[in-house]
């Protein structure tokens, strides 16, 4: 069993859509919970990131945690084309003497106009 | 644009030949990763540095040898790779990776081919 699964997609969308992007994870160590953006051609970036249970909400983004169900979700209100990346979903553990970064698959997600 | 600078950004190579990749990060960063990218696959951490020591090697085969000479480079020397080494080689830094982690800062990646 993967310790991070998360559905591939492709997600396809129109412009103005509320997008639904979620994870689920297998391993209750995991501390910190992150959603990084890769466009296409471009390496990661980080979007969010959360620590506990609840919801973090960043402009159109809303990072949301649910360490009872082992669920983490992102969602896009307001979508809009230069939205389309694929996202990835990582969380922490304490490994080795580091924190260790275990990423999802990524979804690919594309709005159109 | 990130801090984190990659080169070559593609390389077509033959399973009996010698490149290197390299990276370069601009952040003041003291731990640099390597990762493997692969289609429809999470990303897979290839080796760790931390203060150029290298902190893990996650079962990585030899004919890929990491080098770290400072804090601010980092190599990736590949010899004799197969077909299934293809993928998209991504270079990350981060502040010591024993505190928060979490924020790594990720180059564009090298396409590397290998026919």
């Known amino acids: 069993q993967k310790e991070v699964e998360q559905d591939p997609g492709p997600l396809s969308v129109p412009e103005g859509a509320i997008v639904s992007l979620n994870c689920t994870y297998s391993?209750?160590?995991?501390?910190?919970f992150m959603w990084y953006r890769q466009y296409s051609r471009k390496g990661p970036e980080l979007l969010m990131y959360?620590?506990?249970?609840g919801n973090k909400e960043d402009g159109r983004f809303t990072a949301q945690v649910d360490k009872s169900s082992k669920y983490i979700s992102l969602f896009i209100r307001d979508s809009q084309p230069s939205d389309s990346a694929t996202y990835l979903c990582?969380?922490?553990?304490?490994?080795?003497?580091?924190?260790?970064?275990?990423f999802g698959a990524g979804t690919r997600l594309a709005v159109h106009p | 644009e990130t801090g984190v600078t990659q080169t070559p950004r593609h390389l077509v190579m033959g399973m009996t030949n010698k490149k290197s990749l390299k990276c370069e990060q601009h952040?003041?960063?003291?731990?640099m990763y390597w990762y493997k990218q692969s289609a429809k696959k999470p990303l897979e951490l290839m080796f760790v540095?931390?203060?150029?020591?290298?902190?893990e090697n996650n079962s990585v085969p030899s004919r890929f040898s990491p080098e770290c000479p400072n804090s601010s480079h980092l190599f990736l020397h590949l010899h004799t790779l197969q077909p299934e080494d293809s993928a998209l080689y991504l270079c990350?830094?981060?502040?010591?990776?024993?505190?928060?982690?979490?924020?790594?800062?990720f180059g564009p990646g090298t396409r590397l081919t290998v026919t």
């Open positions: 990350a830094s981060s502040q010591a990776s024993g505190g928060p982690s979490y924020e790594q800062y």
């Open positions: 391993n209750s160590a995991f501390q910190y």
């Open positions: 959360t620590y506990s249970s």
């Open positions: 990582a969380m922490t553990r304490f490994s080795g003497g580091y924190n260790k970064l275990i």
């Open positions: 952040l003041g960063h003291n731990a």
């Open positions: 540095y931390n203060f150029k020591e290298q902190t």
